[in-house]
Every structure is written in structure tokens, then in C-alpha cells.
């Protein structure tokens, strides 16, 4: 049964930081890019940044370059996702999800397979 389960949301101040993960099982991890999207209250979906399976090339979305770097460890199946300089705009429902590919783009949603239930992140004062 493929699984991928994030955590790491919660509630952060502006300018603040958190690290979300994503565990994955039940597919051959090695195979699959894996990439993190977004989605808040009345939007649209956004694709935020993602990983390829091989040689772990990274694709950022424009709004979070420089501010969040997304990584994998590919011994304990975990994708993360550090997010720094947080802004109240990045609050939203963050999910992770699986392509079998060897690279991604964060545009590319329609590509992955597996989702995630997501993590919330609310950036607030």
C-alpha cells in the first residue's frame, strides 16, 4: 500500500522557518521524483519545489526560490522541505507526492501518481 505522510506544519511567525517531511512506503522509492505542492483557502494548487529520483535535480517555483530548499534521504525514504523567510502568502495546505521519474518540474502536478493527506502551515503574527 503506497503511502506518503507528511508532518512538520504547524503555525510560525513571519520571517520564521519550518521543515516539513514526507515519509514514503509501499513503492519503489529509488524510481520516483517527489515534489511538494500547495494549496490555500479558495486557490488554486501551486507546485512549490520537487526532487528527481537520480541525480537529485531540484525545480523551485519562482515564489520560494531562495527561501526554501527542498532535499531527500533516500535511506530512510524522507523528502524534506526547509522552508525559511516564511511570508503570510505561503500559508497553505502543503502535500507531497510521487512520480516515477527520474527528473520534475514543479509545474508538472499532473505527473504524480501518489499524494499525500497534507500538513498545514499558517504563517501569522
Known amino acids: 500500500q503506497v503511502q506518503l505522510v507528511e508532518s512538520g506544519g504547524g503555525l510560525v511567525q513571519p520571517g520564521g522557518s519550518l521543515r516539513l517531511s514526507c515519509a514514503a512506503s509501499?513503492?519503489?522509492?529509488?524510481?520516483?521524483?517527489i515534489g511538494w505542492f500547495r494549496q490555500a483557502p479558495g486557490k488554486e494548487r501551486e507546485g512549490v519545489s520537487c526532487?528527481?529520483?537520480?541525480?537529485?535535480?531540484?525545480d523551485y517555483a519562482d515564489s520560494v526560490k531562495g527561501r526554501f530548499t527542498i532535499s531527500r534521504d533516500n535511506a530512510k525514504n524522507t523528502v524534506y522541505l526547509q522552508m525559511n523567510s516564511l511570508k503570510p502568502e505561503d500559508t497553505a495546505v502543503y502535500y507531497c507526492?510521487?512520480?516515477?521519474?527520474?527528473?520534475?518540474?514543479?509545474?508538472?502536478?499532473?505527473?504524480?501518481?501518489?499524494w499525500g493527506q497534507g500538513t498545514q502551515v499558517t504563517v501569522s503574527s
Open positions: 509501499g513503492f519503489t522509492w529509488d524510481y520516483y521524483a
Open positions: 526532487i528527481g529520483s537520480s541525480d537529485g535535480s531540484t
Open positions: 507526492a510521487a512520480d516515477r521519474s527520474s527528473w520534475c518540474l514543479v509545474t508538472a502536478g499532473g505527473r504524480f501518481d501518489y
